[in-house]
């Protein structure tokens, strides 16, 4: 399987991790040499309820004996997208009411620079250094990493960049701004939060020269900050919210939210401004309401904030200087690249899965379903300090 996997499937990178995947289970994937492996990443934030939750599982079958795909987007009334549409504005904001569901976080983030610039007129964008929005070709356009950018050149124009809880380049953002767009907390750089009400200052400076406010809670979003939604933590309120990830509990998914006014633009002038044909797909909304519906009627967000210290009180170590993020979106920050590397290139061998971040190389992801127990995060926390114990005793 893992010469086929190498010759048949194309590669993201010249040497993948390449475990063969023989079945998964609330917080364990396993091998198909029956080898368990306690998941500290959760599919990179996706599986927010774990691995096969009944609930996903059970929404999921329900509707496949329904009907799966019958239209394009928009076109039919299917109840999976209608109700998980209705449950997402219930608990928003009331000026981001209407939501247009697609495939991906990457699409998501491209339907909202859309309709930025339709409902703007503006074209100017403007994103944050060392940020991660997706890999298409308007959303790598907001990186600012030149070594990912330079092989496929060109790309989207007039994007620009400041710096992410820095105040002095907010005067950047100008009548000319279409759209500011960023990550709630910055996942790929570290896992940073906003500070000083940071994102309130931004929503106040585009809010003053007619720029819209786009938040990519891709990441922090569905629970995983001990609020629904990231930006509810910090006394802001984005125009367009893009969301994925661990909306679908395991399955493919992105959606961009707005108000009705705002996404009617996509309506007409012109018509089909925006078109996808398997977004909203009956079987993936379904498992996506199911997630949304155990996440906000079960107390997992509250959990999440006592499993994130669990965590920090489980995790200290002369190799590790600080733990990022929120909730159970963290980052363990190593002295150098060399020993993350280290770290998490053993700990699949050691029963546990870690995985990198983007843009910082001494950051280890610790970002487990929202459903993982107690005892679980000990083990887990346990296994990576018996290997940062081995890391120090071979460096000294």
């Given at each position: 399987?893992?010469n086929?996997?190498?010759?048949y499937?194309?590669q ?6 390449a475990?063969e995947?023989?079945?998964a ?11 368990k492996?306690?998941?500290f990443?959760?599919g990179v934030?996706a599986?927010?309820l ?6 996903v ?5 329900q509707?496949?004996?329904?009907y799966?795909h019958?239209?394009v987007?928009?076109?039919y009334?299917?109840?999976?997208a209608?109700?998980?549409t ?10 981001l009411?209407?939501?247009y569901l697609?495939n ?8 909202a620079i ?15 250094h060392?940020a ?9 356009s907001?990186?600012d ?7 496929f050149?060109?790309?989207?124009p007039?994007?620009s ?9 907010l ?8 759209c ?6 910055q ?9 000083n009400?940071?994102?309130q200052?931004?929503?106040?400076r ?5 720029a819209?406010l ?5 990441q922090p ?15 802001c ?5 893009v ?7 395991g399955?493919?998914?992105?959606a961009?939210?707005a108000?009705?006014q705002?996404m009617?633009c996509l ?6 401004g925006?078109?996808t ?6 079987v993936?909304?379904?498992a996506?309401?199911a997630t949304?519906q155990e ?9 999440a904030?006592e499993k ?5 009180q ?10 990022r993020g ?12 060399e ?6 290139l ?13 843009f910082?190389?001494k950051?280890?992801?610790?970002t487990?379903p929202?459903?993982?127990s107690?005892?679980?995060?000990i083990?887990?926390c346990g296994i990576?300090?018996?290997l940062?114990n081995k ?6």
């Amino acid at each position: 399987m893992q010469n086929d996997f190498f010759k048949y499937q194309a590669q993201t990178s010249p040497y993948p991790l390449a475990m063969e995947v023989s079945h998964a289970k609330g917080s364990y994937i396993y091998d198909t040499q029956n080898n368990k492996y306690l998941d500290f990443v959760a599919g990179v934030s996706a599986c927010t309820l774990g691995h096969n939750h009944p609930k996903v599982i059970s929404a999921i079958k329900q509707q496949l004996d329904k009907y799966l795909h019958v239209m394009v987007y928009g076109e039919y009334v299917q109840k999976p997208a209608v109700e998980l549409t209705k449950l997402l504005a219930k608990h928003l904001p009331e000026n981001l009411e209407k939501t247009y569901l697609v495939n991906s976080g990457t699409e998501a983030i491209e339907g909202a620079i859309k309709l930025a610039r339709r409902a703007t007129g503006r074209s100017q964008i403007i994103a944050a250094h060392n940020a991660y929005h997706g890999n298409t070709m308007g959303s790598l356009s907001l990186m600012d990493f030149e070594e990912r950018k330079a092989p496929f050149r060109p790309l989207l124009p007039e994007v620009s960049h400041i710096t992410f809880n820095h105040e002095p380049h907010l005067k950047h953002i100008t009548n000319k701004t279409a759209c500011v767009i960023l990550e709630t907390i910055q996942g790929g750089a570290g896992f940073i939060e906003p500070k000083n009400n940071y994102l309130q200052k931004v929503q106040k400076r585009c809010h003053d020269v007619g720029a819209l406010l786009i938040l990519d809670e891709i990441q922090p979003g569905v629970g995983r900050t001990g609020k629904l939604f990231g930006f509810q933590n910090y006394n802001c309120n984005p125009d367009i919210l893009v969301t994925g990830k661990g909306l679908g509990g395991g399955m493919p998914i992105g959606a961009f939210t707005a108000s009705s006014q705002l996404m009617d633009c996509l309506q007409d002038n012109p018509k089909l401004g925006h078109i996808t044909t398997f977004g909203g797909h009956p079987v993936i909304a379904a498992a996506a309401l199911a997630t949304l519906q155990e996440v906000i009627s079960s107390d997992l967000m509250s959990q999440a904030l006592e499993k994130e210290q669990l965590i920090r009180q489980h995790l200290k170590h002369e190799l590790i200087t600080e733990i990022r993020g929120k909730g159970l979106m963290l980052a363990a920050i190593t002295p150098s690249a060399e020993i993350t590397n280290q770290l998490i290139l053993n700990t699949q061998d050691a029963g546990l899965i870690s995985f990198w971040l983007l843009f910082e190389p001494k950051a280890i992801r610790i970002t487990p379903p929202l459903t993982i127990s107690n005892q679980e995060i000990i083990d887990g926390c346990g296994i990576i300090i018996e290997l940062l114990n081995k890391i120090q005793s071979e460096n000294n």
